[in-house]
């Protein structure tokens, strides 16, 4: 049976259509929705997908027999990777070598995949596979925390499990020696730079339908200490301004204290504007400029 002239067509322009077309991804990504690090994760993963697929709709053009082929193509694709970088860093993206590296792990899985079998071909195929593999485990990990967290709330962080401590930045360990709740907790070690403390990196976006946040800290030392709690949303990114965030210091004395904040506090805290609580980016403990080193415990922070 032969095709129709639009069927033809449509077999010889589909895909190249559908690659100009997603050209402009590359450069613009404001408007998207990516504000969580599982969408961004999958942004970065279709440059692999992207650049595959740009080495099979050129299969015909391109020859691929042998290594200087293999080579001339991977110079072509690193070069193309150079400018659109540089292009991006020029349209408020960041440059990203990562981003390079993915479009060369797709125009390789192509290249060899599409090749009859032989020694090099299948030692080009085992390499640019496990590379391929890597980048789809890095994006099956970020998956798997994107779940956890989802499915935590009320709950922010209660150290019972130990991939929580991998949502935290900062001179911080996960601990058994004491705990408020539980059998686990956080250790902050905190020093005599301007700020030190604790940031939650990998945290709940959405606050929305809750009324309080809560902590308990544990200060070993019988002399009271100065904490802050810092929360933003994803739109103080923009700015960066003091007076567009919230922050609020209090006194941690000896033993366990019990922190809350109500949200509605946190919610009216930028000036001019409120907090979007469906969009919290940001939530960090500090303390500023301390005398000497100190060390408090986090447990069960929660929302209520």
Known sequence: MTSTPFLTLLKRWFLPAILVACIPLFFYSAGMGLDSELERSLLNFGHIVYFALAIFALRNNLDMRTWPHWLAISIAVFLVSIIVEYIQHNTGRTRSWEDVERNLIGAWLTMFWLNPPNAQIWTGRLIATGLFVSQLVMVSQVSLTEYRLQN???????????HEINWWQGDV????ERAWHGN???????????YSGARMTRLPNDWTGYTSINVAIYNPSLLPMPLTLRINDKTHE???LYQDRFNSTFIIEYGWNLIEFALEEVKNAPAGREMD???ISHLELFAFELDRPREITLDYLRLK
């Open 238 to 240: 923009q700015s960066l």
């Open 152 to 162: 935590t709330l009320p709950i922010l962080s209660d150290f019972e499990n130990d």
């Open 277 to 279: 609580m469906a969009n």
């Open 184 to 194: 686990q907790s956080m250790v902050v070690r905190l020093t005599t730079q301007t």
């Open 173 to 176: 360990s996960q601990t058994d």
